[in-house]
């Protein structure tokens, strides 16, 4: 079929041609966002889901349906080795400028930018000085103790009398907040805690992997008066249906039976492989419908494609070390699987392997179910390590074995 009209889109991030089964959640995020903006209590919202289910593109439809109801929105994606000050600071300051054009003058939005600027001194963020300076003067002894815990909280209380003096509320989306530091998620927290209570029109809309239920728990204990985290999971096999046949009908383009069924049966229902599947599918195909045949023909460089692209940029930020205990793991299976008995598997004791797994788990690889279990943030990493790490086994004989005799 004419590649040049293929409506399927494997990309991290890419909206999707039918955003299908997630319905519910965007309806939570419609009601939440309409309270805030009516100053009624409500809690802020963490999308928690594995790789490739869906929740960048789900931020990002909320993020349309925020600024249609006249929300300004702030977008950022938390970072391995950024820090939150770093990456809030530049868009806070968009917003807070544009809040300062947006009428007659504001004391609010003018102690927004103060406080901005000393917030700014206080924790020493250097930018490049043309792209921030900010021409008013600092408000001295206003979030600028250096100490983020206290810090940011004022200042978004600061941004949030802004934007209620403009009438206008300001969702803030972060993408991949597992990424936030201990510290830093424990100032977020306050923070939204800060302007819940003074009922302050900001929101926070998120997504992460798993681990940042643990994360936010272990930074608040009251995180989870603040936040609930719904999961966004594989879709189900009508919606996962849907996901590919309506775009292509949409093109005039049918199935044959049993193909879309083949198809969600290998992809899991996940969202990703379901776009590479169609993509790959599509290509393949001489004319309408889309048969067995064309099936077969696909999948296998829908395969590849994922392994040189979806599965591939995880692995290649692994070290060696890293490497050996997913393989470990995959050696188990797809998991969740008992941290000892991967240790088990590498020839080594719990504790030994303790460090390397808390890597993994900072890394966003893997993530733990339950107490003593780890699982893949990726959905079929094991049958991709297998596939890539081939020829590897389990050591013959334990390394701690072989330090006894
Ligand atoms: N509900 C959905 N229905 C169909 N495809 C989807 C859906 N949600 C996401 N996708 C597709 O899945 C892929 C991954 O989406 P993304 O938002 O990047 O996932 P995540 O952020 O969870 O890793 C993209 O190609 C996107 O088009
Ligand atoms: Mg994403």
Redesign the pocket.
């Known amino acids: 079929m004419d590649p040049i009209r293929n409506p399927y889109?494997?990309?991290?991030?890419?909206?999707?041609p039918?955003?299908?089964?997630?319905e519910d959640l965007l309806e939570r995020a419609r009601v939440m966002l309409e309270r805030v903006r009516l100053g009624r209590p409500t809690k802020s919202f963490i999308a928690v889901?594995?790789?490739?289910?869906?929740?960048?593109?789900?931020l990002n439809r909320v993020r349309q349906m925020a600024e249609t109801i006249g929300y300004r929105a702030v977008f950022i994606e938390a970072h391995e080795h950024k820090s939150l000050p770093e990456l809030l600071v530049p868009p806070l300051r968009r917003v807070l400028l544009e809040f300062d054009r947006l009428g007659a003058l504001s004391e609010q939005v003018k102690r927004g930018l103060r406080v901005l600027k000393s917030f700014m001194s206080g924790i020493k963020l250097r930018y490049a000085e043309a792209e921030l300076a900010l021409d008013i003067d600092s408000e001295h002894g206003a979030a600028d103790s250096g100490d983020i815990e206290a810090d940011l909280p004022e200042l978004f209380a600061s941004l949030g009398k802004a934007a209620a003096a403009r009438s206008v509320p300001v969702v803030l989306f972060i993408?991949e907040i597992q990424y936030l530091g201990e510290k830093d998620m424990s100032a977020l927290i306050m923070s939204l805690h800060r302007v819940a209570q003074e009922n302050l029109p900001v929101v926070l809309v998120a997504?992460g992997l798993p681990q940042v239920v643990g994360l936010s728990g272990r930074s608040k204990s009251y995180a989870e008066r603040l936040f609930d985290f719904p999961p966004?999971d594989a879709?189900g096999e009508a919606?996962a249906t849907r996901?590919l046949s309506a775009p292509a009908e949409a093109e005039g383009v049918s199935y044959e039976p049993d193909v879309l069924n083949d198809i969600i049966v290998t992809t899991l229902g996940y969202?990703?492989f379901?776009?590479e599947a169609g993509y790959h599918v599509w290509n393949a195909a001489e004319r309408s419908p889309i048969s067995q045949a064309d099936l077969r023909r696909a999948m296998p460089l829908a395969l590849q494609r994922l392994d040189e692209s979806f599965f591939r940029v995880r692995f290649d930020r692994l070290t060696p070390r890293e490497k050996e205990y997913l393989r470990a793991m995959a050696q188990l299976g797809p998991g969740p699987h008992r941290s000892g008995e991967i240790a088990e598997m590498l020839g080594m004791g719990v504790r030994t392997a303790g460090p390397l797994r808390n890597g993994l788990l900072i890394k966003g690889m893997i993530y733990s179910p339950a107490h003593g279990d780890t699982a893949f943030t990726v959905p079929l990493f094991d049958a991709f390590l297998r596939r890539i790490m081939p020829d590897w086994s389990p050591p013959e004989r334990p390394i701690e074995s072989q330090r006894k005799t």
């Open positions: 889109v494997p990309g991290a991030g890419a909206q999707p039918a955003l299908t089964g997630r889901g594995l790789r490739g289910v869906g929740k960048t593109v789900l993408d997504a966004v879709l919606d996901a969202p990703y379901l776009q």
